[in-house]
């Protein structure tokens, strides 16, 4: 992927990064330690975080052992456009040993400077609105340990 590193910070122990793609939108990732044994750590994004090994989209064909409700990272965390990534770190820009969640601006009603845009009040997610959301997700992932 050609993306350049706008930020890389740290909130207690929660990681974030915000990248550039080459289209110009930006993208926020918050890392979870691997040592940390949170409920979320190698959960992918849209899979059910009881392990029933179903997707969001199938959620009507997911049953649980105490009637607990299907829930993934993309319906419990709350950001920008909504969780669309989950990887281990690969040690890019997103360094090893943390499970990553990511978001990104480039949906439809947000600018993409790269890519003709047909919305004309789309808006363009500067850093700083991505941070605020890098932040927002550390404080949801913090509330869950």
């Known amino acids: 992927m050609d ?5 890389s910070n740290k909130i ?3 990681p974030y990064v915000i990248i550039q793609h ?3 939108h930006l993208c926020g990732y ?3 330690p691997r040592d940390q044994n949170h409920l979320l ?3 992918r994004y849209n ?3 009881w392990e029933c090994s179903y997707y969001t989209s199938d959620i009507s064909s997911c049953l649980h052992s105490g009637n607990k409700p299907h829930q993934s990272p993309e319906m419990l965390l709350k950001v920008h456009g909504g969780i669309t990534y989950s990887e281990e770190g690969q040690g890019d820009y997103l360094p090893i040993g943390y499970w990553w969640f990511g978001f990104d601006a480039a949906h439809c009603d ?3 400077p790269g890519l003709y845009n047909v919305n004309p009040s789309a808006v363009y997610r500067d850093r700083e609105y991505m941070e605020k959301n890098c932040i927002l997700l550390i404080n949801q992932l913090k509330d869950m340990e």
């Open 22 to 24: 080459s289209m110009g």
């Open 3 to 7: 993306a350049k590193v706008i930020i």
């Open 41 to 43: 750590y190698g959960i």
């Open 110 to 112: 947000d600018y993409v």
């Open 12 to 14: 207690g122990k929660y």
């Open 47 to 49: 899979k059910c975080i």
């Open 30 to 32: 918050v890392g979870i």
